[in-house]
């Protein structure tokens, strides 16, 4: 069971370069989150969607952008990459909208130039 | 809106001692978890806490909520190496979609 899977694992981007992180669950949730973990910072909640065809703006969304087309794919889009983009990017999925926990993918460790 | 504080941010002890990690949560929470995040790698849940008095426990570790301090523990019990982590906890509500993290702990076991 792959449970949630996110590619690229790592990327190093130039400044001002589109660049999408993909993110499936396989797991039939409802809700699917982005988080950027940063040191001292710990996460931040980027973007959401509660259901297909919904998204939502959480902490911090400025610079990001998500679809959700379908139940399993939930990717987030830097449109022009800036350096303070340089983070660990999660992706989650839960169950249930409100408080259920939370499934982590691996990450994609991003770094921009 | 909800704010999580966890402290200390940093604990570096040694093995077979006991320690508590603090959570303190600014409004009323649904619900309060405890993660771990091993070094480069994702987060696993440890614990979910529902109601006042909720104890969990996991061998060497125990985690409690009291909702009306607004509060939450995480106690390790005679600690080991392998506990070395970061460990993170997380509360939901307060308007806020998903789950809102406090900064983490990251604990170091020294033998």
């Known amino acids: 069971i792959a449970g949630i899977t996110q590619a690229p694992t790592s990327q190093i981007l130039a400044a001002g370069r589109r660049m999408t992180l993909r993110c499936t669950q396989d797991m039939r949730h409802n809700a699917m989150y982005w988080y950027r973990q940063d040191l001292g910072l710990g996460l931040r909640l980027i973007h959401y969607s509660n259901t297909a065809g919904t998204t939502g703006k959480g902490e911090v969304p400025d610079g990001y952008s998500v679809s959700r087309a379908n139940t399993d794919d939930f990717p987030l889009t830097l449109a022009s990459a800036v350096p303070s983009q340089t983070s660990v990017y999660f992706c989650?999925?839960?169950?249930?909208?409100?408080?259920?926990?939370?499934?982590f993918g691996e990450g994609s460790r991003l770094t921009v130039l | 809106e909800l704010k999580v504080e966890q402290n200390p941010l940093f604990l570096s002890m040694q093995e077979g001692k006991n320690y508590t990690i603090y959570c303190n949560y600014s409004?009323?929470?649904?619900?309060l978890y405890w993660y771990r995040q091993d070094p480069g790698k994702s987060l696993e849940s440890l614990f979910v806490?529902?109601?006042?008095?909720a104890v969990k426990q996991e061998g060497r570790l125990m985690a409690s909520l009291d909702t009306k301090a607004r509060l939450s523990t995480l106690h390790i019990t005679a600690a080991v190496h392998d506990l070395s982590a970061t460990y993170f906890c997380a509360g939901s509500g307060g308007g806020a979609d998903g789950l809102t993290f406090g900064k983490g702990t990251h604990l170091i076991i020294q033998p």
């Open positions: 409004t009323t929470s649904d619900r």
């Open positions: 989650a999925s839960s169950a249930t909208r409100s408080g259920g926990e939370l499934f």
């Open positions: 806490l529902l109601s006042n008095g």
